[in-house]
């Protein structure tokens, strides 16, 4: 198993070519016996945005996808320039935000759509994922583009086949949550995003409001000191609450807001198998048919041009079982282990949400009981 990290500061740009220094470790499987040189030996390697797009086309086209949820790749923010970075497609869109803070969104994305296909018990076995986390030449490249009528072509499908009854209730029920819950998790990514903005409103409405105080105390307190370091005070306050607001923003932005947004889109991976499994079981469903309409009724009756009908049908009947059959214990497996991520992922992110709440919170009052206590001793 490969444990990932993308940090942010080994990101280097050349051009309009933005390119992410990758390191991997090899993690010793606890039944091996004699470690080799490969294990615990960090791997660098550099990589673009379009090598993760190359992975994930050969995932997604080179496997048996039909019941595996594949880990959804980030969406390509575009040029490192502030000015393209203040608007983001969709639920994406965030107030601007430094360049450091920008990057390390990147980063985390990428680095999370990274182990989350090194820790699958499937995908971690395409020959693939080693090449790209091992190998120093970059990998061949080539545009990765979804055109607009796919989109609307998928939609029409979809909308078809989205009422189709199973054949399992609990299947049915699991159609039915997944698919409030990609509108859930994307009311909630868009409310977090409303959140950061307004957030930061507030920090900038601190920067006015200290310079206001501080140059009409100025102002007020002439040559008076005590005044002025009083006002001053009160003044490097307000910034600090400021800063905290910005600290708390970007590191809320960098950690939760993240994960809301990866598991938006990976819901609608989620959704995107079960889909592939209702269209398995919709050719079952209709070879089945066609096998009974073939059957012969009376065999002193029937020509050989009936049995050769018959035989194929049968043929596609098992071949259509087996396929659904396989893709809906897969289907199983994998919502078991979607839901055990999920749970666990926001679950780690919450505590380090509300520790990192309290603690900011904490060396805000500390700084502004300080101010007061000045400010109560003045005579």
């Given at each position: 198993m490969w444990i990932i990290s993308i940090p942010d500061n080994g990101v280097s740009q050349k051009g309009d070519k933005i390119f992410y220094c990758i390191k991997s470790t090899k993690k010793l499987d606890t039944y091996d016996s004699e470690p080799c040189d490969e294990h615990n030996h960090e791997i660098c390697v550099m990589r673009q945005y379009k090598d993760f797009q190359w992975l994930y086309h050969h995932l997604s086209t080179g496997n048996d996808i039909g019941g595996i949820i594949i880990p959804p790749i980030p969406d390509k923010l575009g040029s490192r320039t502030l000015e393209t970075r203040k608007i983001m497609a969709g639920l994406r869109q965030r107030i601007s935000i430094g360049e450091i803070e920008a990057t390390a969104i990147d980063c985390k994305k990428l680095e999370i759509f990274l182990n989350k296909i090194a820790g699958h018990p499937y995908l971690a076995q395409d020959n693939h994922v080693d090449c790209f986390l091992t190998e120093q030449e970059t990998p061949e490249r080539f545009s990765f583009k979804k055109g607009f009528f796919d989109n609307v072509l998928k939609s029409i499908v979809d909308f078809r086949h989205q009422k189709y009854k199973d054949r399992e209730p609990a299947f049915q029920q699991d159609r039915y949550v997944i698919n409030n819950a990609c509108m859930y998790w994307?009311?909630?990514?868009?409310?977090f995003s409303q959140v950061i903005q307004s957030r930061r409103k507030v920090a900038v409405a601190l920067i006015i409001l200290a310079s206001n105080v501080v140059y009409?105390?100025?102002?007020?307190?002439?040559?008076?000191?005590?005044?002025?370091?009083?006002?001053?005070?009160?003044?490097?306050?307000l910034n600090f609450c400021r800063k905290s607001i910005d600290a708390a923003c970007d590191v809320n932005e960098i950690n939760f807001g993240v994960i809301l947004d990866y598991y938006a889109d990976y819901y609608e991976e989620a959704k995107e198998m079960l889909?592939?499994?209702?269209?398995?079981?919709i050719d079952y469903d209709s070879a089945?048919?066609?096998?009974?309409k073939a059957k012969p009724r009376y065999q002193e009756s029937v020509s050989r041009e009936f049995y050769v009908a018959y035989w194929k049908a049968d043929v596609k009947r098992k071949g259509t079982k087996n396929a659904?059959?396989?893709?809906?214990?897969?289907?199983k497996n994998e919502l078991k282990r979607f839901n055990f991520a999920r749970v666990r992922d926001l679950r780690d992110t919450l505590l380090k949400f509300a520790e990192f709440q309290l603690a900011a919170a904490r060396n805000c009052c500390t700084v502004i009981s300080d101010v007061l206590i000045t400010l109560k001793d003045y005579r």
């Open positions: 994307k009311n909630v990514n868009q409310s009409i105390g100025a102002e007020i307190a002439g040559n008076m000191s005590t005044e002025r370091k009083l006002i001053q005070s009160f003044g490097e306050c889909y592939r499994r209702t269209i398995r079981m089945l048919r066609a096998y009974e659904y059959e396989q893709t809906t214990e897969t289907a």
